[in-house]
């Protein structure tokens, strides 16, 4: 996957500056508000249950502050990524037990014509197993900023 | 019939999902020990969905990988054949439970 193909996923009203969001499924219910405000999901509940569900399978916290609920569901047309921030942080069972700053959430359709969804997966993790990349992102302010660290990671 | 029963089905597929993919995701270093818990889960929604439907949802599963799938268009995106559109008129509201009269999937209107 490029570096075009995979910031296409990104969105600059799929930004969220600062979360209100004290808890993990406070969390998950605000991004999800914020993607079905500007995807008009048709059902955002039942995405909102399979988010939940994911993280009862295991904790999408990957540690070092950073979380990346994910998961599939029929009821989204196409894949979508929300970036978040909080600067309180939340407590979200994360594999380091430290609270959670930043939230990458990734839904997807069952079926894509790329299958893009487990390779993009993959690069993101990899963008953020590096130190360097996580501490500018804790601090970028915009979306431009977000895609300009992401760059590094190509 | 009742709009649960579809909603019930598409969260049963989404888990079906969850659980098929997680291989992929261990070796992506995520944590899925909870998966006997999602098994349960799956269990206790399967109890919801009417025994008729949730034996048509397995068939279906076994043959198509996918039992139910989404209308795009007056589509079904399982054969790609064109829905009457008095069908789609009906099904649209996701309220009743609707098969493609071509594949025989259930269908979940997206638009």
């Given at each position: 996957m490029d570096f075009q193909e995979f910031t296409s996923y990104f969105h600059p009203n799929l930004?969220?500056?600062?979360?209100?969001?004290?808890?993990k499924d406070e969390a998950l219910e605000e991004i999800v508000g914020v993607l079905s405000e500007h995807k008009?999901?048709?059902?955002?509940w039942l995405i909102l249950e399979m988010l939940k569900r994911r993280e009862n399978l295991?904790?999408?916290?990957?540690?070092?502050g950073i979380a990346i609920p994910h998961g599939r569901s029929l009821s989204i047309k196409e894949m979508f990524v929300a970036f978040a921030r909080s600067v309180d942080g939340i407590p979200y069972d994360s594999i380091d037990d430290e609270p959670v700053h930043l939230i990458f959430m990734i839904v997807a359709p069952?079926?894509?014509?790329?299958?893009?969804y487990l390779p993009f997966l993959g690069k993101l993790v990899e963008i953020l197993k590096e130190e360097g990349n996580r501490e500018q992102l804790a601090k970028c302010e915009n979306f431009d900023q977000l895609i300009d660290i992401l760059a590094g990671g190509f | 019939m009742d709009e649960k029963q579809l909603r019930c089905l598409v969260a049963l597929q989404d888990i079906d999902i969850m659980i098929q993919e997680t291989e992929g995701e261990q070796k992506l270093?995520?944590?899925?020990?909870g998966i006997n818990k999602l098994k349960a889960t799956r269990e206790e929604l399967t109890e919801k969905i009417e025994k008729p439907l949730f034996r048509r949802y397995e068939l279906l599963r076994q043959h198509y990988k996918r039992a139910v799938v989404p209308v795009q268009d007056n589509t079904?995106?399982?054969?790609f054949v064109k829905l009457p559109t008095s069908l789609t008129t009906r099904g649209k509201e996701n309220i009743e439970v609707y098969t493609c009269e071509n594949c025989g999937r259930i269908l979940y209107w997206l638009d």
């Open positions: 930004f969220i500056t600062e979360l209100k969001a004290e808890t008009g999901l048709k059902d955002k295991g904790s999408t916290g990957i540690g070092h069952p079926h894509e014509h790329n299958q893009n | 270093g995520f944590k899925t020990e079904c995106l399982g054969c």
